[in-house]
C-alpha cells in the first residue's frame, strides 16, 4: 500500500532564506503527487501537482518541486522564504486505486524574522 | 464563484448528543469527502462517495454517518458513538475523472464537544 512520509514535523528557517520541505512515497509505479497547503483555522489549498508529464513542477506562491523517481522523493522548495509561508504543508500521493490520497503527517513551516 | 461551503464554522455540543456538519459544493465534482484533523496530525479519511447514493467508509468511520442524496451536497453526523468528536472537520471534492484526484477543500467546521 501506499505511504508518504514528511521528513520533520516542524521546519525553522529565516525570511529570505531557502525553504525544503521533504516528502518521499512508497510505489513501484509513479502516482500523482501533491503538495497543499493549509493556513491556521482554514482548509486547504493545492499548491502544486505531478502528474507524469514534467518532472519540475512549478506552483503558486513561488513554490516548487521535482519528481524524482530514483529517489522516490517529491520535495518541495522556496528559494527565498517570506513571513507569509508560515503555514503547514502535506504531502499527498494517489492510492493505489486512485479514488483516495494517501497524506503525510505535514509539516509546519516557522519563518524566523 | 464554484467552491465548497461548510457550516458552521464553530460549533459546539455537549457530550451524548448527535451534531450533522454541512457541506455544499458548486463544482459539480462527483467525488467528495470528509476528513478529520487533530493538532499535530495529517488528514485521516472518514467517508467518501463517489457518487450520489453511494458511500464508503474511510479509516476511521466509526461513530460517524453520512448521506448522499445529492450531487452538491454531503453532511456528516457525528453521533453519540463517537468517543472523542473535538476536532477540526474538513470537506473536500474531486472530479474523479479528468483531473486526477486533485482534491477541493472546503474552509472547515472546529467541533468542540464538552
Known amino acids: 500500500a501506499q505511504s508518504v512520509t514528511q521528513l520533520g514535523s516542524h521546519v525553522s528557517v529565516s525570511e529570505g532564506a531557502l525553504v525544503l520541505l521533504r516528502c518521499n512515497y512508497s510505489s513501484s509505479v509513479p502516482p500523482y503527487l501533491f503538495w497543499y497547503v493549509q493556513y491556521p483555522n482554514q482548509g486547504l489549498q493545492l499548491l502544486l501537482k505531478?502528474?507524469?508529464?514534467a518532472t519540475l513542477v512549478k506552483g503558486i506562491n513561488g513554490f516548487e518541486a521535482e519528481f524524482k523517481k530514483s529517489e522516490t522523493s517529491f520535495h518541495l522548495t522556496k528559494p527565498s522564504a517570506h513571513m507569509s509561508d508560515a503555514a503547514e504543508y502535506f504531502c499527498?500521493?494517489?492510492?493505489?486505486?486512485?479514488?483516495?490520497?494517501?497524506w503525510g503527517a505535514g509539516t509546519k513551516l516557522i519563518i524566523k524574522p | 464563484d464554484g467552491g465548497i461551503t461548510q457550516s458552521p464554522k464553530y460549533l459546539f455540543r455537549k457530550e451524548g448528543q448527535n451534531v450533522t456538519l454541512s457541506c455544499e459544493q458548486n463544482l459539480n465534482h462527483d467525488a467528495m469527502y470528509w476528513y478529520r484533523q487533530d493538532p499535530g496530525q495529517g488528514l485521516r479519511l472518514i467517508y467518501y462517495?463517489?457518487?450520489?447514493?453511494?458511500?464508503q467508509k474511510g479509516d476511521i468511520a466509526e461513530g460517524y454517518s453520512v448521506s448522499r442524496e445529492k450531487k452538491e451536497s454531503f453532511p456528516l453526523t457525528v453521533t453519540s458513538a463517537q468517543k472523542n468528536p473535538t476536532a477540526f472537520y474538513l470537506c473536500?471534492?474531486?472530479?474523479?475523472?479528468?483531473?486526477?484526484?486533485?482534491?477541493?477543500f472546503g474552509p472547515g467546521t472546529r467541533l468542540t464537544v464538552t
Open positions: 462517495s463517489q457518487i450520489v447514493n453511494d458511500f
Open positions: 499527498a500521493v494517489t492510492s493505489d486505486s486512485n479514488y483516495q490520497l494517501i
Open positions: 473536500a471534492s474531486s472530479s474523479g475523472s479528468a483531473s486526477p484526484l486533485e482534491q477541493y
Open positions: 505531478y502528474t507524469s508529464a
